[in-house]
């Protein structure tokens, strides 16, 4: 989710107000705790690298990194930005990020890409988009396919514009190959429809944010930033909420939803002006596991944003599948387990920003898994940051 412009990052001295896991209550809903997960990974910090804000590259400006993979077969990283079109058509990068368990090397930029719509042409920024039509695109998160090193991403829509949320297939340059049908419940009303019934799809800013495989390659999950609307309000300081994350074949058939159970909102004291928490990105650990990064920000009485990330494990198994469970406000269900793996607030980094993109990379030379983290600098002067956080997973 692109972040608003009012929002101004502090160092984080505040990281004792995060609590370790548990499960949030959510207002209106007859859910059931799953049992907790069982001992799983933990993360060991290796280093962090940075790039400067707005770094030129092929006469595009670097920033927004919204999502990021590994892709295996070329030994390079997929990066996705989230610029609607706005500074540059919307693209992707691709990279080289190289570390091992003690170090890492800055990062090498080898490539930009533009993704393409079924004519060939760039997405339109807004201004074009009125006289031209097709789609202003919002996308958040960028995988690279195990069988054959295409891409899919995900747009999060917009409700003002009637811009369909949508999830996509791309050849590696970009251009396009097609899309997921997507459930009714995910859809939006076209700007100016009359009401028919409650509100209901995904809010404003707040779709598809992340994307992953499923472990086995053949199946993808997809998850949204919040609520549907016709599934109950948004986390805040008093509760919880509850987001589905959908497991979707290639085909576009919903092969199983669960209900993720959302932390509510960090209080960090004071009449705060502005608070929200919801996921930014999944990642597959094996066929029932996921972890989920949990993003929070809060603004405070004298009106500074802080961030609060946090990297959780759930699972699916004892999970009700809610697919076929219009809205879940008034429905039963047994939510996914979670497990909290790491707080990053915790870490004490001189800054933490805005976590947005997490995946596996390359084992090391220990036989340990690695994992990468970019945050999403809004294109923010001075304010945010475009880092990479490296991991070495810890097996318990």
Not at 79 to 107: C, E, G
Not at 135 to 160: A, C, F, M, N
Not at 239 to 251: K, P, Q, Y
Not at 362 to 386: E, W
Request: aromatic share 8%.
């Amino acid at each position: 989710m692109a972040v608003p412009l009012r929002r101004i990052l502090a160092p984080l001295a505040i990281a004792c107000l995060l609590a370790a896991c548990a499960q949030a209550p959510v207002r209106g809903v007859h859910a059931t705790a799953a049992a907790p997960a069982e001992p799983g990974m933990a993360l060991r910090l290796i280093g962090e690298q940075r790039i400067a804000w707005k770094h030129d590259y092929q006469g595009t400006a670097v920033g927004g990194l919204s999502g990021i993979d590994y892709d295996a077969s070329n030994d390079r990283w997929v990066m996705t930005s989230d610029d609607r079109s706005a500074i540059n058509p919307a693209r992707f990068y691709t990279a080289k990020l190289r570390y091992d368990a003690q170090h890492v090397a800055p990062v090498e930029l080898t490539g930009v890409h533009f993704y393409r719509q079924a004519d060939g042409s760039p997405y339109p920024n807004l201004q074009a988009w009125r006289t031209q039509g097709g789609e202003v695109p919002d996308i958040e998160s960028i995988r690279v396919d195990p069988q054959d090193g295409s891409l899919w991403y995900t747009s999060e829509g917009d409700r003002k514009l009637g811009a369909q949320p949508f999830i996509r297939h791309a050849r590696a340059d970009g251009s396009l190959i097609g899309s997921l049908p997507l459930p009714a419940m995910f859809a939006m009303p076209a700007p100016g429809a009359p009401a028919q019934g409650k509100p209901s799809g995904v809010r404003d800013n707040l779709g598809f944010e992340g994307l992953a495989f499923a472990a086995d390659g053949q199946s993808l999950w997809a998850a949204i930033e919040a609520p549907l609307l016709q599934d109950g309000p948004v986390a805040d300081f008093v509760a919880g909420a509850h987001n589905r994350i959908t497991r979707f074949g290639r085909d576009g058939q919903v092969l199983a939803q669960y209900v993720y159970p959302l932390e509510k909102v960090a209080s960090i004291g004071g009449p705060a002006r502005f608070a929200e928490n919801g996921i930014s990105e999944i990642l597959a650990i094996d066929e029932h596991r996921l972890l989920v990064v949990e993003r929070a920000g809060v603004q405070d009485a004298q009106g500074t944003f802080h961030e609060f990330v946090r990297v959780y494990e759930m699972d699916v198994r004892g999970a009700t599948d809610v697919k076929d469970v219009a809205a879940l406000q008034g429905a039963s269900y047994t939510l996914a387990g979670k497990r909290l793996v790491l707080d990053m607030n915790a870490l004490n980094l001189p800054r933490l920003d805005n976590i947005e993109g997490i995946s596996w990379g390359p084992r090391l030379a220990n036989g340990h898994a690695s994992l990468v983290m970019v945050s999403d600098d809004n294109f923010h002067d001075k304010i945010q940051v475009t880092q990479f956080l490296v991991f070495e997973v810890l097996p318990r």
